[in-house]
């Protein structure tokens, strides 16, 4: 029988192998109170090099990006436009594990299926409707789904495939995303799949999609256009 102290220190083994991993399940943590990105830095480490905390300044921390005014979205084939704040954008953000985002839907716009590599992203809707979901990693491949009104909030899971979409026919919406990464990339599956330079094989991809080749063909040809600015 385990003694009440060999217990515990089990019970502490497993308490400190939670927190490692959520130490991993991020972008790595600050050393220092602030790393403001040295974009003149020719060395290329995980992340950006900080410049010298004693040239810092509040500018290095702020951006006027006019988050509260609405972006075109009709230059957009899938009608959103998605304006990110990331380190890049953002020195001060450097190493802070955090970003954010406006997203603008044009009525029955979409932010087509994509996935972050390095982030979970929480989001609310600031204005109009929008019907959101993620679908859960093999096998089950499940999707979780909710139509969000004003003020809602919704979490998309580290790396899962997701959407948004504003099915009104006549008013845009907006909505405002924070992301657990000071640069968490997107993948978006379709212009991944089918506007990739060079061309993945329509061999590969009438396979894996199950379609003929001559469809994938077709899908090749089209403007695979980004939709973030
Ligand atoms: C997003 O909106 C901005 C400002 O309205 C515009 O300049 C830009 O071209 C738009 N980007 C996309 C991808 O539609």
Redesign the pocket.
């Given at each position: 029988m385990a003694s009440p102290s060999s217990s515990y220190l089990l019970l502490l083994a497993a308490i400190l192998a939670l927190v490692s991993w959520q130490a991993i399940a991020s972008d790595p943590s600050p050393l220092q109170d602030f790393c403001v990105a040295d974009k003149d830095s020719k060395v290329l480490v995980n992340g950006f090099v900080c410049k010298d905390p004693k040239g810092a300044n509040a500018d290095d921390f702020f951006m006027a990006a006019k988050l509260d005014m609405p972006?075109?979205?009709k230059?957009?084939k899938v009608g959103s436009?998605i304006t990110l704040i990331n380190a890049m954008r953002l020195p001060g953000l450097n190493t802070l594990g955090i970003s954010l985002a406006r997203i603008d839907y044009a009525p029955l716009g979409e932010n087509p299926p994509h996935t972050h590599p390095r982030a979970t992203e929480i989001l609310t809707v600031l204005e109009g409707t929008l019907y959101v979901g993620f679908v859960t990693s093999n096998q089950d491949n499940k999707l979780f789904s909710k139509v969000l009104n004003k003020g809602d909030v919704f979490v998309f899971p580290k790396g899962l495939i997701h959407f948004q979409f504003n099915p009104n026919p006549y008013q845009p919406a907006v909505a405002i995303a924070a992301l657990s990464s000071q640069n968490p990339g997107a993948i978006t599956i379709a212009n991944a799949m089918f506007g990739s330079k060079p061309p993945i094989s329509h061999e590969v991809l009438a396979k894996a999609f199950q379609v003929d080749k001559k469809t994938v063909d077709w899908l090749q040809a089209q403007f695979w256009a980004d939709?973030h600015?």
């Amino acid at each position: 029988m385990a003694s009440p102290s060999s217990s515990y220190l089990l019970l502490l083994a497993a308490i400190l192998a939670l927190v490692s991993w959520q130490a991993i399940a991020s972008d790595p943590s600050p050393l220092q109170d602030f790393c403001v990105a040295d974009k003149d830095s020719k060395v290329l480490v995980n992340g950006f090099v900080c410049k010298d905390p004693k040239g810092a300044n509040a500018d290095d921390f702020f951006m006027a990006a006019k988050l509260d005014m609405p972006r075109d979205t009709k230059l957009s084939k899938v009608g959103s436009n998605i304006t990110l704040i990331n380190a890049m954008r953002l020195p001060g953000l450097n190493t802070l594990g955090i970003s954010l985002a406006r997203i603008d839907y044009a009525p029955l716009g979409e932010n087509p299926p994509h996935t972050h590599p390095r982030a979970t992203e929480i989001l609310t809707v600031l204005e109009g409707t929008l019907y959101v979901g993620f679908v859960t990693s093999n096998q089950d491949n499940k999707l979780f789904s909710k139509v969000l009104n004003k003020g809602d909030v919704f979490v998309f899971p580290k790396g899962l495939i997701h959407f948004q979409f504003n099915p009104n026919p006549y008013q845009p919406a907006v909505a405002i995303a924070a992301l657990s990464s000071q640069n968490p990339g997107a993948i978006t599956i379709a212009n991944a799949m089918f506007g990739s330079k060079p061309p993945i094989s329509h061999e590969v991809l009438a396979k894996a999609f199950q379609v003929d080749k001559k469809t994938v063909d077709w899908l090749q040809a089209q403007f695979w256009a980004d939709n973030h600015n």
